[in-house]
């Protein structure tokens, strides 16, 4: 078992940046790869970033590119998710996953924290 916690969501005026957390716990952190999705009330829950065990690779959306930031400690078994240039489209509840394969889609994944919201206000 791997329990995962996300930290770090709030209000934030658009333009504006934060940095969300997931802390890690139960099983060696590194042994997994990691995935960052979002879910707008009403929307799909979506793929934003993933990277692999040793954070060498990462991927993201299309949407996300240029703006946000992946990345991990494996020795604080905590990933990250920096969000940088916020804007109105980006509000959702964040949500961190951890699976044995880097992959945007959401079935590739077995462990998922509770989330945390992100507001961006315009």
């Known amino acids: 078992q791997v329990q995962l916690v996300e930290s770090g969501g709030g209000l934030v005026q658009a333009g504006g940046s934060l940095r969300l957390s997931c802390a890690a716990s139960?099983?060696?952190?590194?042994?997994?790869?990691m995935g960052w999705f979002r879910q707008a009330p009403g929307k799909e829950r979506e793929f934003v970033a993933g990277?692999?065990?040793?954070?060498?690779?990462?991927y993201y959306a299309d949407s996300v590119k240029g703006r946000f930031t992946i990345s991990r400690d494996n020795a604080k078994s905590t990933g990250y998710l920096q969000t940088n240039s916020l804007n109105a489209e980006d509000t959702a509840v964040y949500y961190c996953?951890?699976?044995?394969?880097?992959?945007?889609?959401?079935?590739?994944?077995?462990?998922w924290g509770q989330g945390t919201q992100v507001t961006v206000s315009s």
């Open positions: 996953a951890a699976g044995g394969t880097l992959s945007k889609y959401h079935n590739s994944y077995d462990y």
């Open positions: 139960g099983r060696t952190f590194s042994n997994y790869a």
């Open positions: 990277i692999s065990r040793a954070g060498g690779t990462t």
